[in-house]
Antibody, heavy 118, light 111 residues
Framework: QVQLVQSGAEVKKPGASVKVSCKAS????????FSWVRQAPGQGLEWMGW????????NYPQKVQGRVTMTTDTSTSTVYMELRSLRSDDTAVYYC???????????WGQGTLVTVSS | QSALTQPRSVSGSPGQSVTISCTGT?????????VSWYQHHPGKAPKIIIY???RRPSGVPDRFSGSKSGNTASLTISGLQAEDEADYYC???????????FGGGTKLTVL
């Protein structure tokens, strides 16, 4: 079955960087793309960007543009999301999700808690 | 891009129906027939229950239905069951398909 397994929880200091991985299995990796979505404590879902494993298309929302980089490794069917210059309000659970489009996402990974604290 | 507007909470008794609204603008919900809805049980991964405004992925019960009128999309859950208690999020493309906006989420309580 299609499965996305994310890397484990991270604790980072303000100003540091974090790189979260998401390993896909159960389908042909290069036929889909991935959105990353985060949920801060007590908040709703927030879209962090998209990367297509099909054609390399990438885009990020303005809010995180310049601080986020998404990459794929087709040899290991893994997608990565790196967020730099971390702030306390980046504390959130980060999800990867497979998509035929940026907004039609199925399935989702189990989530990775990133805590930013001094 | 502002989040889509959803009621913070709705509730209903088992067997009843509830409708959750999702209001956007002519640049997102109103511009595209691609609204999706996600069910999120806290601590678990979100799950898609509606895509393309009205379509259900296989395995999603037909108790879940979606619709749209103008800038507002709606999710209706009929025959409420205890397991439907969760947070629900709408989602839409925006900005020439290159941006995505989520609703603020609605907590459904089954009384």
């Amino acid at each position: 079955q299609v499965q996305l397994v994310q890397s484990g929880a991270e604790v980072k200091k303000p100003g540091a960087s974090v790189k979260v991985s998401c390993k896909a299995s159960g389908y042909t990796f290069t036929r889909y793309g991935f959105s990353w979505v985060r949920q801060a404590p007590g908040q709703g879902l927030e879209w962090m960007g998209w990367i297509s494993a099909l054609n390399g298309d990438i885009n990020y929302p303005q809010k995180v543009q310049g601080r986020v980089t998404m990459t794929t490794d087709t040899s290991t069917s893994t997608v990565y999301m790196e967020l730099r210059s971390l702030r306390s309000d980046d504390t959130a659970v980060y999800y990867c999700a497979r998509g035929e489009s940026r907004w039609e996402l199925d399935p989702w990974g189990q989530g990775t808690l990133v805590t930013v604290s001094s | 891009q502002s989040a889509l507007t959803q009621p913070r909470s709705v509730s209903g008794s088992p067997g009843q129906s509830v409708t959750i609204s999702c209001t956007g603008t002519s640049s997102d919900v109103g511009a595209y027939n691609f609204v999706s809805w996600y069910q999120h049980h806290p601590g678990k991964a979100p799950k898609i229950i509606i895509y393309d405004v009205t379509r259900r992925p296989s395995g999603v019960p037909d108790r879940f239905s979606g619709s749209k009128s103008g800038n507002t999309a709606s999710l209706t859950i009929s025959g409420l069951q205890a397991e439907d208690e969760a947070d629900y999020y709408c989602c839409s493309p925006a900005g020439s398909y290159t941006n995505v906006v989520f609703g603020g989420g609605t907590k459904l309580t089954v009384l």
